[in-house]
């Protein structure tokens, strides 16, 4: 038996269907998509982006790879600066891993600011835009709530792999002064005061 053609309203219906299940997790004001084509992270537009929010340039490590800490992958810096494998860096140190279309990121956002401010010469935080499709609108999110620490860019979601495993944001990982991830904390931070009491707990700094 031939099967019958949809009608013009059977066929829009089902692509109105299959936008839901596109976006449905995801955050309308970002425009998410799953598994991106190849994202620009540095051109001439992202850079003035970063340069008039005032964003700092990402930091390279001197360190060598070691157990349990950060995997040795070379990400880029968002709106162009010096690439960053995370296995060289050394804490104290807060990796906080975000994207343009998790709500809960920006509202956290906020509180790693005040902290970077408060506390950044002493435990500096590094943000990680994740598998993020709108790098241009992550950047216009940063500048929006005044932040200014760093973020490389993974575009291909390295950091899904362990020890990370990032699967949903936000999330933090505590590093510490011998580059080990000590903890990961999938939770959206949402005071200062939390922050704090964590890095002291974790990493064992008087702040």
Known sequence: MRARPRSGRAAALVG???ALVLTGCSDPEAGFVPNPPDIDVDTPALRE???DAGIEDCVPGDGEPVDGGLPAVTLPCLGGGPAVDLS???GPMVVNLWASWC???REEMPVLQEFHATHG???PVLGVDFQDPNTGLALQQLAQRGVTY???ADTEAVLKAEPLRATALPLT???DEDGVVVRVLPME???VGELETLVREHLGVDL
Request: proline share 8%; glycine share 4%; charged share 15%.
């Open 88 to 90: 060289t860096l050394r």
């Open 189 to 191: 931070l949402e005071s």
């Open 173 to 175: 990982a505590l590093v």
């Open 121 to 123: 010469d002493t435990v």
């Open 150 to 152: 760093p973020s490389v």
């Open 16 to 18: 109105m269907l299959a």
């Open 103 to 105: 709500g809960p990121c």
């Open 49 to 51: 982006a970063k340069a």
